[in-house]
Each structure stands twice: as structure tokens, then as C-alpha cells.
């Protein structure tokens, strides 16, 4: 049961063969017995969820259901869910219990799915391995010394353990793609506007894009269904019809071509994880498929860029964590300004502190123009790049890390080096395009992710091409033992 994807226990449900009652209580009961050694939950939702799992058996007894009602999964703790706290894995929303359901987490509940509990993550999606979190390092299922990557690392960890069958997450800078690459999972990043960020917490708001971590590309599918859509309470959500994303699951890849950057095979990648890559894109010419290099000649670029963006945005949303409308406050403040420092200072961590302060600088007058406006210059370079490529290319295809997952504790101290984590995958949010990451391999038993990167609104197409290679690989069925 337990390692189940949501396809196959949606048709488990459809049968009879258990009910949602049976199997969320079966989740929960994992979760209180595995999750002490893994930590990828917050807060674990057993009453609410045993309520939406009734009301899903009834519902479907009535004959009035969803394709997904009674299947359980789990929320990133950035998604605001009505009544439960939502704390983005930070002191500062320790306290906050959300009045409201973000859009995402409202339609999953539309759809009768039930809500496990909500995922670690680090805070306010600021990190790349689930270290910076208030409530405590996330651990890989794979081996409990290594981090299951970031920010969405509760998430993943979740999933590959089977403490859920899938779950939401996030992607900002390739917080969805990298702990997927990492915990051997399926992790679809939307384009820019594809689904709605409203309810969603904010870090970059041009850059934050909600997502899935599932076990195949089909899960991804089902998931997108629900949470794709215009939202009229986000003005940065696409005003453009969606489809049925499993529709086309089945499309053979015949005539497929697939651009090769140079830029990421060079000095950097490890060996094994790029031989791990070199087959999968050679599995990809025998579904039918052509391989041709192609240059990104500003990606280098990316990260420096979107560490001046990506702050600079973080300074101004976090801007209204001050301790009087909500949230954590110091106690026995002296005066006002003694309320402020304190209370940001005590109630947000080490590298909210930093991205906050790099950004505000960023900002500032006098360095405007020199830094934010040259990033954002940079950024559009980026994304021609992209279009230019796309002109002689259907998708590209390369690593989404360049290597397996690392030691807790091992970067910590090396902030520059824990930004390189995410140098494959940045200048896709940057360009707010979509990608996939999907398990290509395992280099001395830890997963390989092979990153596909598609044209806006290409997340059918990204999908079909991910399910194509998980029909003829198993890489996808591979989890820790745990």
C-alpha cells in the first residue's frame, strides 16, 4: 500500500479495495512511527484528516466524486490551510493559525483529497537543504546523514519515505527539482503563472511557482489537474484555459528533439552523476528521439543574478513581519524601535537575516541601478537565451544537480557554495519557464535527477516525455529502505 502512487491508489479506492478512512489512518500511523528519524513534518493534521477521509468515503458512496477524493497527501508548510498552522518553517509564524485556505490547498480540498499534515521546509524557502528550518533539519530517506535538498525537503523526504503518497511544494530557484533529484522523485515546477500563488507564502513573488513531488510523471498529472487554473485572486495567475495533463501521457517520442546545453557538462558535474545522464538521454534517441548540442551562453550568469532578484524581493515581503499584525513578538520591549529589532531579530534565522540584508542593500539608493536593474538586465538575457534555443529545439535536458546528495552540516558554514547548489536549475525561474526533474540513475546508492526544461505552457509535453522514459526505465520505482 505504502508504496502506492496516487494513480494507483486512487484505482484501489475506485474498487473498493479499501477505503480512504483505512488508508489514512494507515498514513498517519506511519508517519507517528517513521517521520522521528526524518523530521518532514510540522504538524501533522490527524483530525482533520480522518474528517476529510469520512466525508470522501461518503461522498463516493453517494456516487458524487472526484478522480483524487479520499487520497491522502501533505502540504508544504508554505501554503496557508485554514485552522492549521502555518508556520513557514519559521519562529516568526510559530504561532500563526492561517484564517483561510491558499487556492491551492481549496482545490485539492474541492477535490476531496485529504490533507496528511504539513511538510518542513527551510525558512520562508530560503535554502537548498532543509537545514535552515526552525523546527530542525530534514534528513534523506536514502541515508539519514545526507539532506534531501531544498527548500522543499520536507516534501520529498515525506514521499520517499512513503509518509505520503505525494505532495505539494514550491520552486523558487529549484526548491522543487532539486530535492527531487535527491530523493529519487518525480518534481514538476509550472510555468510562471500556471498555478495560483495566492495563500501561498511569499519569499521571491516573481519567482515563487507552486508544484508537485510525486513518485511518476502520471502522479504529477493528476495533481497538476487540480492545482492548474486562472485565479482571479492572484494578479500574477495565466488567464489561459487548461487541459487534461494525462491526456497526452501516452504520446510516443518519435521525431522528439532534445537540446543539449555545453554549459552544463563542464568543470563541476561529477563523472558518475553525468555518465548516469548520458544514458538516460541515450534511452531518450531509442524511444525515438535526437540529441543536438546547443549553447545558453548567459546561464553562467544566473545565479549572481538571481541572488540580487531573489533577495531583493525577500527584503520587501518580509518586510511586514514586525510583530504587531501577527506573528512572533519579543516580550518586554523597551520602546518601539527596541520592539522591531527585537522582534525580527529573535523571530527570523540566520540566512533569512542574510538574504534580507543583501537585498535591502540591493535596493538602496545609489546601488539600485548598479546591482537590482543589471540583474533584472541579466535576467532578460536569460530568457532569449532560452527563446533561442527553442527555435531549434523541442525540450533540453541535463542534470538538475551536479551531484548526489551532500552531508548535513557539510555546507553550512558556506553560504556561496550552498547558492552553486541550485546552478543548473535557477534559470528557469528566472526565465519562468517549466521543468521536470525525474530519477536518471544511482551513484553509489543515492538517486540521479535528469532535469527536462520545456517552452511556457509546455507542462503536457514535459510530462508525456517524462512518462515515455519511466515506461521503459524503472529508475522511478527505486525508494529507500526505511
Not at 536514502?142 to 523526504?157: I, M, Q, R, T, Y
Not at 537590482?372 to 525540450?395: H, P, S, T
Amino acid at each position: 500500500m505504502f508504496k502506492s502512487g496516487l494513480a494507483d491508489i486512487a484505482r484501489s479506492l475506485a474498487a473498493g479495495e479499501f477505503s480512504s478512512e483505512e488508508i489514512t489512518t494507515a498514513y498517519l500511523a506511519r508517519i507517528k512511527e517513521k517521520d522521528k528519524e526524518l523530521n518532514s513534518y510540522i504538524t501533522l493534521c490527524e483530525e482533520h484528516a480522518l474528517a476529510q477521509a469520512k466525508a470522501a468515503d461518503n461522498n463516493r458512496a453517494k456516487g458524487e466524486t472526484h478522480l483524487l477524493a479520499g487520497v491522502p497527501l501533505a502540504h508544504k508548510d508554505i501554503f496557508c490551510t485554514s485552522g492549521v498552522k502555518t508556520s513557514c518553517g519559521s519562529r516568526m509564524l510559530d504561532n500563526f493559525i492561517a484564517p483561510y485556505n491558499a487556492t491551492v490547498v481549496e482545490n485539492f480540498n474541492q477535490a476531496g483529497v485529504v490533507t496528511l499534515g504539513k511538510t518542513n521546509m527551510d525558512e520562508f524557502a530560503m535554502g537548498s537543504s532543509n537545514e535552515t528550518s526552525y523546527y530542525g533539519a530534514v534528513h534523506n530517506p536514502w541515508d539519514k546523514e545526507l539532506v534531501p535538498g531544498g527548500s522543499s525537503g520536507g516534501s520529498a523526504a515525506a514521499v520517499a519515505a512513503h509518509l505520503s503518497p505525494a505532495a505539494t511544494a514550491t520552486d523558487t530557484g529549484g526548491s522543487i527539482r532539486q530535492p527531487a533529484a535527491f530523493c529519487g522523485l518525480t518534481g514538476l515546477k509550472p510555468t510562471y503563472g500556471r498555478v495560483s500563488r495566492w495563500g501561498m507564502i511569499a519569499f521571491a513573488s516573481s519567482l515563487d511557482q507552486a508544484g508537485t513531488l510525486t513518485r511518476s510523471a502520471e502522479d504529477a498529472a493528476l495533481m497538476l489537474n487540480v492545482m492548474a487554473g486562472h485565479d482571479p485572486k492572484d494578479s500574477t495567475s495565466i488567464d489561459i484555459a487548461t487541459e487534461d495533463y494525462t491526456a497526452n501521457l501516452n504520446k510516443p517520442l518519435e521525431g522528439l528533439k532534445i537540446g543539449i546545453p555545453i554549459q552544463h557538462f563542464t568543470e563541476g558535474l561529477n563523472a558518475e552523476v553525468e555518465q548516469n545522464i548520458r544514458n538516460a538521454l541515450s534511452e531518450f534517441e531509442k524511444l525515438g528521439a535526437t540529441l543536438k548540442e546547443i549553447s545558453l551562453p548567459n546561464s553562467h550568469l544566473s545565479v549572481s543574478a538571481y541572488y540580487v532578484i531573489a533577495p531583493a524581493e525577500a527584503s520587501a515581503n518580509l518586510s511586514r513581519y514586525d510583530g504587531v499584525r501577527y506573528g512572533y513578538r519579543c516580550e518586554d520591549p523597551k520602546d518601539l524601535e527596541d520592539f522591531y529589532k527585537r522582534t525580527r531579530s529573535e523571530g527570523f534565522g540566520t540566512e533569512v537575516k542574510r538574504r534580507i540584508m543583501v537585498g535591502t542593500y540591493a535596493l538602496s539608493a545609489g546601488y539600485y541601478d548598479a546591482y537590482y536593474i543589471k540583474a533584472q538586465k541579466i535576467r532578460r538575457l536569460i530568457k532569449n537565451d532560452f527563446d533561442a534555443a527553442f527555435a531549434d529545439v523541442d525540450v533540453i535536458m541535463g542534470p538538475t544537480s551536479p551531484h548526489t546528495a551532500f552531508k548535513i552540516g557539510s555546507q553550512s558554514d558556506d553560504p556561496v557554495t550552498m547558492y552553486l547548489e541550485d546552478i543548473y536549475t535557477i534559470a528557469v525561474n528566472l526565465a519562468g519557464i517549466p521543468g521536470i526533474s525525474i530519477p536518471a540513475g544511482l551513484v553509489n546508492k543515492l538517486p540521479v535527477g535528469l532535469q527536462i526544461i520545456g517552452k511556457n505552457f509546455s507542462e503536457s509535453h514535459l510530462l508525456n516525455i517524462a512518462h515515455q522514459f519511466q515506461q521503459a526505465t524503472d529508475w522511478h520505482t527505486q525508494t529507500p529502505e526505511i
